[in-house]
């Protein structure tokens, strides 16, 4: 789990499509890329000692004022005479998936030298539902449609207005980098609100580089299983040089197998690529619902094509303003608030294994982390023990969202007991690995996008070994752990074409930014800089745990961001909302 280099990916675990689709939605982020400020939770929640403001991402300066943050500039509104070509495509969409329909396009492999080689990219979508003939997922696990209730004032002016007639295309990301935006589609297209189903088609486009769209791939199952498994805090040169092999072994196996695609597989070039799509589409403007990592590259089209911004909605926001050295440091801190509510929960349940106050199920955490490093644990999957970098991954990954509680304490009750199956599971899942051993594009496509949007944050062991105190001061549990995940981009055979800088969209329509409190993933004060930065943006809060907020929890942020889909009326700036 080397890093925030890498997806802090998904937790598929063995669920039906519905509950598949609400994982997918919580446990996909952005790692390495940007990590954000870890504030308190204005409402009381603990917080994680912090750093300096600045650092943290708790000052209430706007990010817009970061000394070193540029802004970024919009492209000229007209397409070029070389880009022509791509955005006159006639794409043919034929059925597909048991419901879809599938198509590809052409993209430039290099949008400033269109003549050197393209790039093929798929989409999936699912064509509105007149009203009446959709209904939600018959699954018991589904997560609840996300539409607010008869009384919500929302919901009056959204359910007269999905009588209306169709508003065109709504494109869906779930975020990554590397999270496929047809598998999440194929998953989730029938949980939305039925009304947003009704007038829009759900568009997914798997980002260049991503699932079906010329897809990289960087090593074979059984050397990523290697990978995953080495050791992330190591307390001896030879722990070092293992770590740093294992980074080299990754970069090299991308850089062999990708080729020259690897230094296309930016944000601002995926970004471009929903443009010709949105052309292809016939839209003349951009419907788009971003989670995670897909809130950054929404956030990019705003920035590049504020003219043809429409409704545009990015939950568990990221905030481009930050460098990767913040930005992990700061990520960590908000991995530290999501395991002082974990913390807090499992001490209250009989089945916590850990203790029965939150300093006993941390520190006996802290423990069992060391025992495991020194003595990785047998599990049931053979030829495979867990180690100690596995066993803070599969942490990691319950960290996502509240209902991976539950598996989190079954599998941290295993381990006392000297099974450390469930934890294995857990880091399985946030990796994607399947039964067969074989890994996704997900992993390779994460590490590609981010190495090429920043700078890498460290340049060898020495700079993280400086940054790891402050790293830990900010997370006690996982900061250590997470400056050495750090480390990956230092060996990218290709250099990063992005720096950090702020998104100002200026002459956008409204934006929908939402902020969980208690977001491990992506801190609730990314979505506050990043409203602040948008000249359009509106701050939607919602008070909870988790990774994103929308069809999850909370009716009052459904209802707030169904209304906005279907009527353009954005929710008024600052709202909160609860479960």
């Known amino acids: 789990m080397r890093a925030f280099e890498r997806a802090q990916a998904q937790a598929q675990a063995s669920v039906g499509a519905s509950a598949r689709a609400r994982v997918l939605a919580a446990a996909l982020v952005v790692v390495g890329l940007l990590a954000g400020g870890c504030s308190a939770d204005p409402a009381g929640a603990p917080a994680a000692p912090s750093p300096d403001p600045a650092a943290s991402g708790t000052s209430s300066a706007p990010a817009a004022a970061r000394a070193g943050t540029t802004p970024l500039e919009p492209l000229?509104?007209?397409?070029?005479?070389?880009?022509?070509?791509?955005?006159?495509?006639?794409?043919?969409?034929?059925?597909?998936?048991?419901?879809?329909?599938?198509?590809?396009?052409?993209?430039?492999?290099?949008?400033?030298?269109?003549?050197?080689?393209?790039?093929?990219?798929?989409?999936?979508?699912?064509?509105?539902?007149?009203?009446?003939?959709?209904?939600?997922?018959?699954?018991?696990?589904?997560?609840?449609?996300?539409?607010?209730?008869?009384?919500?004032?929302?919901?009056?002016?959204?359910?007269?207005?999905?009588?209306?007639?169709?508003?065109?295309?709504?494109?869906?990301?779930?975020?990554?980098?590397?999270?496929?935006?047809?598998?999440?589609?194929?998953?989730?297209?029938?949980?939305?609100?039925?009304?947003?189903?009704?007038?829009?088609?759900?568009?997914?486009?798997?980002?260049?580089?991503?699932?079906?769209?010329?897809?990289?791939?960087?090593?074979?199952?059984?050397?990523?299983?290697?990978?995953?498994?080495?050791?992330?805090?190591?307390?001896?040169?030879?722990?070092?040089?293992?770590?740093?092999?294992?980074?080299?072994?990754?970069?090299?196996?991308?850089?062999?197998?990708?080729?020259?695609?690897?230094?296309?597989?930016?944000?601002?070039?995926?970004?471009?690529?929903?443009?010709?799509?949105?052309?292809?589409?016939?839209?003349?403007?951009?419907?788009?619902?971003?989670?995670?990592?897909?809130?950054?590259?929404?956030?990019?089209?705003?920035?590049?094509?504020?003219?043809?911004?429409?409704?545009?909605?990015?939950?568990?926001?990221?905030?481009?303003?930050?460098?990767?050295?913040?930005?992990?440091?700061?990520?960590?801190?908000?991995?530290?608030?999501?395991?002082?509510?974990?913390?807090?929960?499992?001490?209250?349940?009989?089945?916590?294994?850990?203790?029965?106050?939150?300093?006993?199920?941390?520190?006996?955490?802290?423990?069992?982390?060391?025992?495991?490093?020194?003595?990785?644990?047998?599990?049931?999957?053979?030829?495979?023990?867990?180690?100690?970098?596995?066993?803070?991954?599969?942490?990691?990954?319950?960290?996502?969202?509240?209902?991976?509680?539950?598996?989190?304490?079954?599998?941290?009750?295993?381990?006392?007991?000297?099974?450390?199956?469930?934890l294995l599971k857990l880091s399985d899942d946030y990796y994607g690995r399947e039964s067969d051993g074989s890994y996704p594009n997900l992993m390779f496509a994460n590490i590609a996008v981010n190495c090429l949007d920043l700078p890498a944050p460290f340049h060898g062991p020495e700079d993280v070994q400086r940054a790891a105190p402050e790293f830990e001061r900010v997370s006690p549990h996982f900061g250590r752990d997470m400056a050495w995940m750090a480390l990956t981009c230092a060996y990218w055979p290709v250099r990063a074409t992005g720096a950090a800088h702020t998104v100002r969209a200026a002459g956008a329509a409204p934006i929908v930014v939402i902020g969980t409190t208690r977001d491990p993933a992506t801190p609730y004060a990314w979505a506050q800089s990043l409203a602040g930065q948008l000249e359009s943006g509106r701050l939607l809060t919602f008070d909870g745990d988790g990774h994103t907020a929308y069809g999850r929890h909370s009716t009052c942020v459904d209802g707030s961001v169904n209304r906005f889909l279907l009527t353009g009326e954005a929710p008024e700036q600052g709202k909160r909302c609860e479960r």
């Open 76 to 422: 000229p509104a007209a397409v070029p005479a070389a880009l022509a070509p791509y955005y006159a495509q006639r794409p043919v969409w034929q059925p597909c998936d048991s419901g879809f329909e599938c198509t590809t396009f052409r993209v430039p492999l290099d949008y400033d030298h269109p003549g050197n080689g393209d790039l093929t990219l798929a989409a999936a979508r699912a064509a509105a539902e007149p009203a009446g003939t959709g209904s939600a997922s018959s699954d018991p696990s589904a997560p609840a449609p996300a539409s607010a209730p008869a009384s919500a004032p929302a919901s009056a002016s959204a359910a007269s207005a999905s009588q209306g007639t169709r508003l065109g295309s709504l494109l869906l990301n779930p975020g990554g980098p590397g999270g496929s935006a047809i598998e999440y589609l194929e998953a989730a297209a029938r949980t939305y609100d039925h009304g947003v189903r009704a007038r829009y088609d759900l568009v997914g486009l798997d980002p260049r580089g991503v699932g079906r769209s010329s897809p990289v791939s960087c090593l074979s199952g059984d050397r990523m299983d290697a990978y995953t498994a080495v050791g992330l805090t190591p307390g001896d040169q030879g722990g070092v040089d293992a770590l740093v092999a294992a980074d080299k072994e990754f970069a090299e196996g991308c850089r062999t197998q990708a080729g020259a695609a690897l230094g296309h597989l930016s944000t601002v070039e995926a970004a471009r690529d929903m443009d010709v799509l949105r052309a292809l589409l016939g839209d003349e403007k951009l419907n788009f619902v971003g989670k995670s990592y897909g809130t950054f590259l929404g956030a990019t089209y705003a920035g590049l094509f504020p003219s043809r911004v429409g409704r545009l909605v990015l939950d568990g926001a990221m905030d481009p303003s930050l460098d990767s050295v913040a930005g992990n440091r700061t990520q960590a801190g908000g991995f530290e608030i999501a395991w002082a509510a974990f913390a807090q929960d499992c001490a209250k349940r009989e089945d916590c294994p850990l203790g029965r106050t939150e300093q006993q199920v941390g520190d006996r955490l802290t423990a069992l982390l060391g025992g495991v490093r020194t003595t990785p644990l047998p599990t049931t999957d053979a030829g495979r023990r867990l180690t100690g970098s596995q066993a803070t991954t599969g942490v990691i990954q319950a960290m996502y969202a509240d209902f991976l509680w539950s598996k989190l304490r079954a599998a941290l009750t295993e381990a006392e007991a000297g099974d450390g199956t469930g």
